[in-house]
Antibody
Framework: QVQLQESGPGLVKPSETLSLICTVS??????????WGWIRQPPGKGLEWIGS???????YYNPSLKSRVTISLDMSKNYFSLRLNSVTAADAAVYYC????????????WGQGTLVPVSS | QSVLTQPPSASGTPGQRVTISCSGS????????VTWYQQFPGTAPKLLIY???QRPSGVPDRFSGSKSGASASLAISGLQSEDEAEYYC????????????FGGGTRLTVL
């Protein structure tokens, strides 16, 4: 049973950078045909895909967020991370990490999610 | 505004069969598979249906998915009170280098 766990600061100020990491266990993020993704959900709203990364390949980003987002992996520590620059109140959401597949909308394992408020 | 269109709400009585629609376009549902998720308040989404109609282990066969052209549907037969949840469809979209898109979600109420 794969487990994913998000972690990061509980609060971000407007115009600053949101940074989260997702640790994966058991197993390696470099094994299997898996992409590792971030999805967010503003309070009371629907799901929005942020992006997905493969350990040896391309990173795919939501076109609407691409200019502000970086998703990367740390293979030595077996986690992947999210950085979202220049945040505004509209970026306040529960952020989920999940395991996915290439060119596919299937995410079979999810983290529990972490709420990131944006406030000064 | 979501690229995949779902009705905001659906309802049914216990034992009934309900369907939830998901409408897209050629670049997403028309060319790629559809995934369905179930989400209860305060919890992470759960994979319900993948590759249009496949159920992961542990998902009751009361849940079924189908796809035709650029549209998809989730059907729940023998509706139970514990099925009351939010349901999301999702698909890969080939435009703009490729990306995942979600429907806006459908709130299912069991009357």
């Amino acid at each position: 049973q794969v487990q994913l766990q998000e972690s990061g600061p509980g609060l971000v100020k407007p115009s600053e950078t949101l940074s989260l990491i997702c640790t994966v266990s058991p197993g390696s993020i470099t094994s299997g045909p898996y992409y590792w993704g971030w999805i967010r959900q503003p309070p009371g709203k629907g799901l929005e895909w942020i992006g997905s990364v493969y350990y040896s390949g391309p990173v795919y980003y939501n076109p609407s967020l691409k200019s502000r987002v970086t998703i990367s992996l740390d293979m030595s520590k077996n986690y992947f991370s999210l950085r979202l620059n220049s945040v505004t109140a509209a970026d306040a959401a529960v952020y989920y990490c999940a395991r996915g597949q290439k060119n596919n909308s299937m995410f079979d394992y999810w983290g529990q999610g972490t709420l990131v408020p944006v406030s000064s | 505004q979501s690229v995949l269109t779902q009705p905001p709400s659906a309802s049914g009585t216990p034992g009934q069969r309900v369907t939830i629609s998901c409408s897209g376009s050629y670049s997403n549902i028309g060319r790629n598979t559809v995934t369905w998720y179930q989400q209860f308040p305060g919890t992470a989404p759960k994979l319900l249906i993948y590759t249009n109609s496949q159920r992961p282990s542990g998902v009751p066969d009361r849940f079924s998915g189908s796809k035709s052209g650029a549209s998809a549907s989730l059907a729940i037969s023998g509706l139970q009170s514990e099925d009351e949840a939010e349901y999301y469809c999702a698909s890969w979209d080939d435009n703009l280098n490729g990306h995942v898109i979600f429907g806006g979600g459908t709130r299912l109420t069991v009357l």
